[in-house]
């Protein structure tokens, strides 16, 4: 397929997925069905599904390739669509099947508000993703390579989020800033830099030195800094420098608020200095292997769904979560799980204007995928570690061969002379110890509970196999409120400017999406996309786990009850964007609209029930 049926296709894959999981509005078609066979024939489906559009008097026929428990199915092309009284399947394209589905979605709910954008927003969506394909497609096959260090697979996510309508769409790029500023097409850049008076800015340290001395000590080392720039700006003075991304320091001088800072000589503008570093899966997250730290900054670029400018609470939650790791807690988890890590964001820099948020704010995050010669902290890990994300690992292959990690577990079938369903047995079990294991000791434990869906989960391999997990993001923490008391006596005052505390029941609901949903399920389905494994098998081994903490205090906790019920609750995606939420706004339980979905750890426990009495 040429770029634009890659986007195309993979625009459907994620839309269509998102309406069938939120709405369950479809219903398989029998094998010996007219229009089954009519589809078989003419796109080699294996089965077929349809969707009555009821309001509409359309029903939608989709051809099916791979039917996932986990939820994640891949369709054959093209779909078709006809009048429910009509025999004449039209084909459809990406553009036609969003428009309609949205408009049963507002007819269905009796809805008065316009869609536009949300369409807009996929158009835009399918246009960045064949931009993307088209830079990367020349060398495709090194995104799926055997080992990758961090710095490639951050930049490697081209289709993006499986499971989200929009996964690329960037609101306030223009055509060469997508290019300048995006992973995909492997941008890089330096940061732009303010110099500001102390009397204006607000910053915050766990470390020995203020963010003040940790970025004119960066700038120091960086041999891309001129000698004079050094001289001049970064010694020990009444004025810091605050680095923004070059978009967010171009966005910050058109504001009255900061011509005036700068008429009044409390603000200067230094433009771009120094090294040039390299956008993550985050966009606005950046990374250069010689840096003590990655850069997390304000952007006012409305990325999916949400504008991405750091806040006063997130601030100072990265503060406060650096100190709980730096306590009896992080000392408890390392000796029970030394191979858990969480990346930290000990410093953090801004500007408010008017005392409110501005979009200066900066938060330096700890790298540990640093070079090695450059290092002074104490790291395991180097800028040569075989690291990535986890949606680097499971996001579909262009040409439709899998993924990274089914590439990965093909070869240690290989090497091993073994079969691809042991070794993706092994894998599988591996991973869960690093990952799910410790992160749900940690929960019940101290309470703490961490948004660890597949682009904050960072996973370091070793020959292929998992070695170890890091978390990242100060966004993603909550703590649970019938905890207070125990987190108080660890922490005195924790929670007051990070406000981090939730009701249990809400965080109980969150982790399963996060945790489980997205991160679990997510490397379920790409090894049973690839066919290597049935995802039975993976799923019971889920559930093998969780039988561990069967006999745990849980301390009044329903998530294990939730994970084993005939249903739970999911993020809907298509339908939180539909009704127009931001999911940094407001509070967790109000960010988001969550739906009942089927159970497969439900399912196949009753499965295998009835095979061990049939």
């Given at each position: 397929m040429n770029s634009r049926q890659i986007a195309e296709a993979a625009t459907i894959q994620s839309f269509l997925n998102c309406y069938l999981r939120e709405t369950g509005n479809f219903k398989s078609l029998a094998a010996d069905d007219p229009l089954t066979l009519q589809l078989k024939e003419r796109t080699n489906a294996k089965s077929a599904i349809i969707c009555p559009l009821a309001q509409q008097n359309i029903e939608i026929l989709v051809g099916v390739k791979y039917w996932s428990l986990s939820d994640r199915h891949i369709f054959t092309f093209p779909l078709f669509y006809k009048c429910a009284a009509r025999d004449q399947l039209l084909e459809l394209d990406y553009l036609t099947l969003s428009t309609l589905l949205l408009k049963e979605l507002?007819?269905?709910?009796?809805?008065?508000?316009?869609?536009?954008?949300?369409?807009?927003?996929?158009?835009q969506s399918c246009n960045n993703i064949q931009q993307f394909v088209e830079a990367r497609q020349p060398k495709a096959s090194e995104l799926y390579e055997f080992k990758r260090n961090f710095g490639e697979t951050e930049q490697s996510l081209v289709l993006g989020h499986h499971l989200h309508p929009t996964p690329k769409s960037r609101q306030g790029f223009l055509s060469q800033e997508m290019t300048d500023y995006s992973p995909e097409t492997e941008g890089e850049f330096s940061l732009h830099y303010f110099r500001a008076h102390k009397s204006i800015i607000i910053e915050g340290s766990t470390?020995?030195?203020?963010?003040?001395?940790?970025?004119?000590?960066?700038?120091?080392?960086?041999?891309?800094?001129?000698?004079?720039?050094?001289?001049?700006?970064?010694?020990?003075?009444?004025?810091?420098?605050?680095?923004?991304?070059?978009?967010?320091?171009?966005?910050?001088l058109h504001s009255e608020k900061v011509q005036n800072l700068i008429g009044k000589e409390l603000l200067e503008d230094l433009g771009q200095q120094g090294r040039k570093f390299k956008p993550t899966s985050s966009v606005r997250t950046v990374y250069n292997a010689d840096a003590r730290f990655m850069v997390k900054l304000s952007l006012n670029i409305k990325i999916t769904n949400s504008v991405r400018?750091?806040?006063?609470?997130?601030l100072e939650r990265g503060l406060e979560v650096n100190q709980i790791f730096s306590s009896t807690i992080g000392k408890d988890l390392r000796f029970h799980f030394p191979n858990f890590e969480v990346i930290r964001d000990p410093a953090y820099i801004t500007i408010p204007l008017d005392g409110k948020e501005s979009g200066f704010a900066t938060i330096l995050r700890a790298n540990p995928f640093q070079t090695k010669a450059k290092q002074i902290d104490n790291l395991n890990t180097d800028s040569?570690?075989?690291?990535?994300?986890?949606?680097?690992?499971?996001?579909?292959?262009?040409?439709g061969s899998g993924s990274r990690l089914a590439n990965i577990i093909r070869t240690l079938a290989t090497q091993e002379n073994r079969s691809t369903e042991k070794v993706s047995i092994d894998w599988f079990k591996q991973y869960l110890s690093l990952s799910v294991k410790p992160m749900?000791?940690?929960?019940?434990?101290?309470?703490?509970a961490l948004e660890a869906h597949q682009q904050n989960s960072v996973l370091e391999l070793k020959d292929g196999?998992?070695?170890?997990?890091?978390?990242?993001?100060?966004?993603?923490?909550?703590?649970?409120?019938?905890?207070?008391?125990?987190?108080?006596?660890?922490?005195?005052?924790?929670?007051?400017?990070?406000?981090?505390?939730?009701?249990?029941?809400?965080?109980?609901?969150?982790?399963?999406?996060?945790?489980f949903i997205n991160n679990v399920f997510g490397i379920i389905n790409a090894l049973g996309v690839a066919e290597l494994v049935d995802e039975n098998l993976l799923l019971r081994e889920l559930n093998?786990?969780?039988?561990?903490?069967?006999?745990?205090?849980?301390?009044?906790s329903k998530l294990l009850d939730n994970l084993q019920s005939e249903t739970f609750r999911t993020k809907a995606n298509l339908l939180t964007r539909?009704?127009?939420?931001?999911?940094?706004?407001?509070?967790?339980?109000?960010?988001?609209?969550?739906?009942?979905?089927?159970?497969?750890?439900?399912?196949v426990k009753t499965m295998a029930k009835e095979e061990a009495y049939a």
């Open positions: 507002s007819l269905s709910m009796g809805s008065t508000e316009p869609y536009d954008e949300l369409i807009e927003r996929v158009i470390l020995e030195e203020s963010a003040t001395e940790l970025i004119k000590t960066e700038l120091r080392n960086d041999d891309a800094v001129s000698e004079a720039f050094k001289a001049t700006y970064c010694g020990n003075d009444d004025y810091a420098l605050v680095p923004v991304h070059p978009w967010q320091g171009r966005w910050l400018a750091n806040l006063f609470k997130e040569e570690s075989d690291a990535s994300c986890l949606i680097g690992l499971c996001q579909d292959a262009l040409d749900l000791w940690m929960y019940f434990t101290y309470g703490i196999y998992p070695k170890c997990f890091h978390y990242r993001d100060n966004q993603g923490y909550y703590y649970r409120e019938s905890f207070s008391d125990k987190l108080n006596g660890i922490l005195e005052g924790i929670s007051q400017k990070s406000e981090t505390f939730c009701p249990d029941e809400v965080i109980d609901e969150c982790l399963v999406y996060y945790v093998i786990l969780l039988a561990e903490f069967a006999d745990f205090n849980l301390a009044g539909f009704n127009n939420m931001d999911e940094l706004v407001g509070s967790v339980a109000t960010q988001s609209v969550y739906v009942n979905i089927q159970n497969p750890l439900h399912t």
